[in-house]
């Protein structure tokens, strides 16, 4: 296996030279297994772009880094040091944690199984000469979270509404074309490789409003989801897939699909082990159920754990998840009718049910009780269920929030969300109660995968801060600005930097601000600071770049006058009182 570079793709956090500080090293690779190679892999690639020189299987006597699996045999001696040091076995250090030292004139990464080994890799990579400095203590990494996943809203047909990508804003999907998978899927293993460098290690491959085309993934099309699996697991991601909940009537031929129904049950049974035979690392399945019109368990007489457990009871023996979604409401309600309460619905639906979902029955909750809104309250149904494993899911892709041409920080927000104590002050936080954080892609097959090219940071910062949900957005800010726009060995201006935090850090609260009453005022007049100092930074960026986000800039600033203009007319027509400024009144 080669590095994936697809030509014509920016190659966001991970450019060459970004892995400098590795790639000018002696590094020696110590362990077997797929994701070792891949491990050696990229550390070839970076010593064949920088002069330094990797090794398997050696005892590693002339390294300066050496990455090595606790189960492997004859450790390296520094390796085995650490080991003795820290009394962890590779039990103790997790199948995904790293240990990460400095013992004498080496840099050592002892994992407890090859994903670790491939996420340490890529953490003495964000580091860059930081991790070859002086003695470094032994720190032990692991994932806060099990499961770190991203729900790709893609369709394989275009559909006449939404488009290929729903809430798409960055392009065509990077997994369908035409119909059919990506003739070249060299972009999928690249998209993988990004996803693996911040931490992400799941992603469903198809939309959750499941098509036609889409249902089919599960039966004559389940190859084309196994031609994506094989790109994605060359970088430890597994493979999931969104199903509809009348699969046995739409593809199996049933009459019905009721969850306590036995041929249904076997058909679920029969059709999950034929995808494991294809996918032998399959993920398992998203379900939207009985919400905006998608079918569920309701029509039957059932209730959403019943149709839930089918699909757990389903995927169980091969060690499979079902996500089921909680986003369920009346989407045909009045608003006028006092009697029904949108925020409240998935609580009124879910809570009674807690307790009763199998244990590989995931409820995916969205962190706001409405629908990723620039500002929300934590959804109720997070604290109101402590007998289900619960994902709470995020929005990378920015609905609501700028729609990908408006800069919009979202880090902040998720950290507000994430460190919340809904017992209050003391309590378990958000991200102490959930087992599992899930966002909704912002990619597609742009040049600069999410469109916007400073939208790269929110889709970064999600994999990091499911990896460690206590990490300062400010700072993972700062390691993707490092990574992402290193010029040379001296690594990112100043300027730069201080204006990328100057444009970003707050940018999620002006997005807010102009789009809402309050910020008549200023919304506006911080959108125009934003551009103004984008454009003092010019020469320390690709050209291209520049003019992009530049581009970007000046329709934000449009989108924010106009969001002002209107709401000082909607005040002028309730109060008679003129704008003090003279601004237009529609």
Known sequence: MTVPEPAGVH????????????GARRTLVHGDGALTGTVLDEVAHACACHGGSVRRRTDGRQADLVLALATADRLPPAA??????????ARAIGDEGFLLARRGEVTVVLAGGPAGLLYGLFHVVRLGEAA???ARPVE???PAMRRRMLDHWDNVDAHPVMGQVERGYAGGSIFWKDGRPRGDLARVRAYGRLLAAAGVNAVAVNNVNVHATEARLLSDRLGDVAAIADELRAYGIRTHLSVTFAAPVVLGGLPAADPLDEAVRAWWAETTARVYDTIADFGGYVVKADSEGQPGPFAYGRDHADGANMLADALAPFGGVVHWRAFVYDHRQDWRDRTTDRARAAYDHFAPLDGRFRPNAILQVKHGPIDFQAREPVSPVIAAMPR????????VTQEYTGQQRHLCHLPPMWREVLGFSPGGPGGPTVSDIASELVAVSNVGDDLYWTGHPLAQANLYAFGRLAWDPRLDPAAVLDEWIDLTFTPDAAGVPERLRRTLH?????SWRTYERYTAPLGVGFGAAQVAETRRLWREVAGLVNPELHARVAELLDEQLRSAEEWRDQVNTYFFRKS???DARGRRIH
């Open 11 to 22: 190659a966001a956090w991970l450019p060459p030279p970004a892995f400098r500080a590795v």
């Open 140 to 142: 032990h990494h692991r």
């Open 388 to 395: 289900t494993r619960l994902a709470v899911e995020l929005q």
């Open 502 to 506: 100057a444009m970003m850090d707050g």
């Open 132 to 134: 070859f400095g002086p």
């Open 80 to 89: 085995q040091a650490v080991r003795d040091v820290s009394g962890l076995d």
């Open 576 to 578: 008679g009182v003129p």
